[in-house]
T-cell receptor, first 109, second 114 residues
């Protein structure tokens, strides 16, 4: 079964600070975990993903970590900028992606 | 040049009416989806088709009927619309390789039922 919990639901940070969003999943067979960013009024877009055979992946200011034993994964955004303000969704699964409930990130200039 | 396009973008209608949303992708992907995003921003999968075949059918009322005339198109028809159907409906197609995949979303169709 698929169940993805995401925390926090809202997050406010000062520009330049780091932001961390955490997700937990229930299916131990899960092997693919994408993160999507949805700006206000726009479509969700993939920003980074990780497969279960990798513990961490970085792409410039964003990184994702995965702990398979604990069944949780996290998105880390460093040196946040106002354009990082959006709703972020974690996901689990490949052909059938189950999304977390979303985190609204506000970066305060 | 839009990869995944949906029409209409906005739809306002009365309860009890029937409406359709159309989706087309020019990415050559085999798998397409309908997702529903409610007022709380939750993104829930509704249906998925792979090369015109239904492969995912979540617990969705029978009033919702998807149709895929070919692998580039996936339409959604909704009968007897209810207030709770108000949401943004996103079409998506699946790219990527084996065991990894990027969902390419359309711009969304905002349905308002009065």
């Amino acid at each position: 079964g698929e169940n993805v919990e995401q925390h926090p639901s809202t997050l406010s940070v000062q520009e330049g600070d780091s932001a961390v969003i955490k997700c937990t999943y229930s299916d131990s067979a899960s092997n693919y975990f994408p993160w999507y960013k949805q700006e206000l009024g726009k479509r969700p877009q993939l920003i980074i993903d990780i497969r279960s055979n990798v513990g961490e992946k970085k792409d410039q200011r964003i990184a994702v970590t995965l702990n398979k034993t604990a069944k949780h994964f996290s998105l880390h955004i460093t040196e946040t900028q106002p354009e990082d303000s959006a709703v972020y969704f974690c996901g689990e699964g490949y052909q059938k992606v189950t999304f977390g409930t979303g985190t609204k990130l506000q970066v305060i200039p | 040049d839009t990869a995944v396009s949906q029409t209409p973008k906005y739809l306002v209608t009365q309860m009890g009416n029937d409406k359709s949303i159309k989706c087309e992708q020019n990415l050559g992907h085999d798998t397409m989806y309908w997702y529903k995003q409610d007022s709380k921003k939750f993104l829930k999968i509704m249906f998925s088709y792979n090369n015109k075949e239904l492969i995912i059918n979540e617990t969705v009322p029978n009033r919702f009927s998807p149709k895929s005339p070919d692998k580039a198109h996936l339409n959604l028809h909704i009968n007897s619309l209810e207030l709770g159907d108000s949401a943004v409906y996103f079409c998506a197609s699946l790219g990527g390789g084996i065991d990894t995949g990027e969902l390419f979303f359309g711009e969304g169709s905002r349905l308002t039922v009065l």
